[in-house]
């Protein structure tokens, strides 16, 4: 069966500090994977999606960028985060193609202080 | 183009009533849709899937929803709250765009000892 893996699970982190969270998938080859941030009771907002290593879309202009080194690896980066950052990180994947679910991660409380 | 409508913002019911959180779309295409469920501070569970099979999809702990195209909703129902059935519930349309996830704004349930 298929996994997905966040990390860390909560962080706190200074205005001005980098960012690095991780989103491992376990069991699927070839997943899209995408990054969504939850702001304190809103609803999700597409950052970033990729359909394949090395290839990243964003959605939304921002300090944030990602990357995927390994197929099953997605990376969310900052170099100086701003207090706008906060949020709730979640981490999804689908199979590659057609009108298929998606499947999210635990997720990434982040904390700008 | 898809969007979605989640009629309500919040909905409270005692233990042991009915369920009912409702679901409008939008979309230019035979969509796919789905309704998720986020406990706090947790990521969000698939309850159940419609792909163009049957019009009533069954889907986990007792929930279901009815695809009525004529009506362009997508109602999630169960037939009897349990106190752990309190979360956030998220209807979500699908277009066969490898981004095109769109979220409802989210129902929060509540349910009354």
């Known amino acids: 069966s298929q996994t997905i893996h966040q990390w860390p699970a909560t962080l706190v982190q200074p205005v001005g500090s980098p960012l690095s969270l991780e989103c491992t998938v376990e069991?699927?080859?070839?997943?899209?994977l995408y990054w969504y941030r939850q702001a304190a009771g809103r609803g999700l907002q597409l950052l970033f999606y990729?359909?394949?290593?090395?290839?990243i879309s964003s959605e939304v202009p921002q300090n944030l960028s990602a990357s995927r080194p390994q197929d099953r690896q997605f990376i969310l980066s900052s170099k100086k985060l701003l207090l706008s950052d906060s949020g709730f990180y979640l981490c999804?994947?689908?199979?590659?193609?057609?009108?298929?679910?998606?499947?999210f991660g635990p997720g990434t409380r982040l904390t700008v202080t | 183009a898809q969007s979605v409508t989640q009629l309500d913002s919040h909905v409270s019911v005692s233990e042991g009533t009915p369920v009912l959180l409702r679901c409008n779309y939008s979309?230019?295409?035979?969509?796919?849709l789905f309704w998720y469920v986020q406990h706090p501070n947790k990521g969000l569970q698939l309850l159940l899937k419609?792909?163009?099979?049957?019009?009533l999809v069954k889907g986990i702990n007792g929930f279901e929803a009815e695809f009525k195209k004529s009506e362009t909703s997508f109602h999630l129902t169960k037939p009897s709250a349990h106190m752990s059935d309190a979360a956030e519930y998220f209807c979500v349309v699908k277009g066969p765009v490898v981004q095109n996830f769109v979220f409802g704004p989210g129902t929060r349930l509540s349910v009354l000892p």
């Open positions: 990729s359909v394949g290593i090395g290839q």
């Open positions: 999804a994947w689908s199979v590659r193609a057609g009108f298929y679910e998606q499947y």
């Open positions: 419609y792909t163009s099979a049957a019009t």
């Open positions: 069991g699927t080859s070839n997943p899209n």
């Open positions: 979309s230019s295409y035979s969509p796919s």
